[in-house]
């Protein structure tokens, strides 16, 4: 294997950050936007994309919505679905539909 087979097999990954800052860029996105509900969303998107294409989801968001935090929300969720990333995205369980439902 040469090294550009390995340069096209790390095409398109990012190094993953050490915990400690998705868990200090965590609690910044939560204060900044106050929602603690995206704490799941705010650290796959961390986890899957660079951190320089959230900083600049985060900068379009805070320039063209009326609610950036909903906006930024929505575009990592299309970032990370875009990328193939989005698996936490809610799926519901039919046992429990049917259970609760009938059927």
Known sequence: MS???NANDNEGKHKKPPYWVVDQEIAR???K???PDGKRLYGRALNYLPISKIYELEKRADTEGR???RLLTRFLSDELTRTGNNSG???PNLDDFRKNYGG
């Open 3 to 5: 090294n550009n087979d």
């Open 29 to 31: 996105l939560i204060a």
């Open 33 to 35: 936007y106050n929602n």
């Open 67 to 69: 609610n950036p935090g």
């Open 89 to 91: 995205k809610y799926k």
